[in-house]
């Protein structure tokens, strides 16, 4: 699908075209380099022309999680679901500490904290649910899809940054995935559980372009999509070297 271009801060008068934004010229262009010579390149003011690739433009994952996932996690449902409040307050944490690290416009930033509040919301709402189902909320070992994602992305600024927001997006649309074949798998014998995970999916899809979007707040586009093609791969290589576990984020099982 083609790239579509668009506005994305509010002090953004007018669109850049993809070949306005590989000449890199501009005052945000200006800011940048004096950023740069100053040595803090990733505290340069946000462009006031931004490029933003929509989702629909985003790579596509280098990794599909068979249905054989969701059938297998049948019997762990209530693991899965103590472990989903844990990963929605991970999340609003996430957002919280981006919110003071990224430097992007006001109006990329209210997207941001609108962010953090709906995945405190989605952790209450998956409290209530446990309360609900008389499952106890508790301590859980977390999975090692995170921390073994974060081990692809850049050692410097301002890459890391751009690294850890893509890596953000990469979770977040992993999530819709996965959710997407819980809420499918679970809707013929529980359909609680089933409309749970479909109204969480809406929000994933939601949240993991506004992690794109503020990555390319801090470097240009076309290096934040290389960015995110080389880890959607190295995604694809964490999972498919995971074992099956009842999380959200585990290997397929072996027989898939
Ligand atoms: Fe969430
Ligand atoms: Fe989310």
Do not use: N
């Not at 790239?3 to 940048?32: F, H, I, K, N, Q």
């Not at 990733?42 to 929509?54: E, I, K, M």
């Not at 919280?96 to 609108?114: D, I, N």
């Not at 927001?165 to 997407?180: F, K, P, W």
């Amino acid at each position: 699908m083609a790239a579509r271009w668009c506005a994305l801060a509010a002090a953004s008068a007018a669109c850049a075209t993809p070949s306005e934004r590989g000449r890199g010229g501009g005052a945000a262009a200006a800011a940048d380099r004096a950023a740069r010579r100053a040595g803090w390149p990733w505290l340069a003011p946000a462009p006031t022309l931004c490029a933003v690739q929509h989702a629909d433009a985003a790579p596509p994952a280098a990794y599909v999680t068979p249905s054989a996932w969701a059938l297998a996690q049948a019997p762990h449902r209530d693991e899965l679901l103590v472990e989903q409040a844990h990963l929605e307050k991970k999340a609003a944490a996430a957002a919280m500490q981006f919110l003071f690290r990224v430097p992007a416009p006001a109006a990329a930033l209210r997207g941001l904290s609108a962010l953090a509040r709906e995945e405190l919301a989605h952790f209450e709402r998956t409290l209530r649910l446990l309360d609900r189902r008389g499952v106890p909320f508790g301590p859980q070992a977390p999975a090692p899809y995170a921390e073994r994602l974060k081990q692809g992305c850049a050692r410097t600024m301002p890459e890391r940054l751009v690294d850890e927001l893509l890596v953000a997006a990469v979770i977040e649309a992993r999530s819709h995935e996965r959710m997407q074949l819980l809420a499918d798998a679970r809707r013929a014998d529980d359909v609680e559980l089933a409309d749970f995970y479909a109204d969480l999916v809406g929000a994933e899809a939601r949240h993991a372009p506004i992690y794109v979007e503020l990555a390319a707040h801090v470097l240009p586009t076309d290096a934040v999509a290389a960015r995110h093609t080389a880890l959607l791969a190295h995604e694809a290589a964490v999972l498919r070297a995971l074992p099956f576990a009842p999380r959200l984020h585990s290997g397929a099982p072996a027989e898939a």
